[in-house]
């Protein structure tokens, strides 16, 4: 699971992705917060990506309003292509990448939950595995939203250690930067190929 993280820097972005002009975000997110994802770009043959902004919780096109995000910020491999609020991105292969600085998570091994902060060893930019959704709001505005994808971290040497004791380990899937071309065009059928897990010695933690 993962419900807070940092982004990069707008500058930080438009170097990683090229992307056109400036998007005004917040580096601080939370479920609901308007974030950025990237995914292919789309009839535009000139770039291989397109940055938009969106919402931090995914809203598929039956969704109420905007307060659904802040139950489908993660999106659970073992039931994403079943579950009404993910499937339809899912079988679409509508992947995104989720630029995170870094990630946050508990670590109740002392007792009580102590925020953790996860980052890169080598310090780049971590390309989180997402799926993204557009949602028409009440007012007829076309909202963006993407969401996170976990897999179970059980056995992992790192992950394995956060969150509360009695509760399954999650992890979101970090790809590396060799992969992000691939999983952006990837079918629905090789979707599953990428939810892998990230080297324990290639991630940081530190608690805050």
């Not at 310090?123 to 909202?143: K, N, S, T």
Request: glycine share 6%; with cysteine; charged share 25%.
């Amino acid at each position: 699971m993962c419900s807070h993280y940092e982004a990069p820097t707008a500058d930080h972005l438009a170097d990683a992705f090229g992307s056109e002009g400036q998007l005004t975000l917040q580096l601080d997110l939370w479920p609901g917060y308007q974030g950025a994802f990237v995914r292919a770009a789309i009839d535009n043959p000139d770039n291989d990506f397109e940055l938009l902004p969106g919402i931090f919780g995914l809203l598929p096109a039956w969704a109420k309003d905007q307060k659904l995000a802040r139950h489908t910020y993660n999106a659970r491999t073992e039931t994403v292509a079943e579950k009404p609020s993910f499937r339809h991105a899912w079988r679409k292969a509508q992947h995104c990448i989720i630029p995170a600085a870094a990630i946050y998570e508990p670590d109740w091994r002392s007792g009580k939950a102590v925020p953790t902060r996860f980052t890169r060893a080598d310090g780049g930019m971590m390309c989180i595995a997402g799926l993204w959704e557009q949602w028409q709001d009440p007012a007829g505005q076309i909202i963006h939203s993407y969401s996170m994808l976990t897999i179970n971290a059980d056995e992992h040497p790192l992950f394995r250690h956060y969150h509360r004791p009695e509760d399954e380990k999650r992890m979101v899937v970090i790809l590396p930067n060799g992969l992000i071309r691939d999983w952006l065009k990837a079918s629905p059928a090789n979707s599953m190929e990428f939810m892998r897990p990230y080297p324990a010695d290639r991630l940081t933690a530190t608690s805050e």
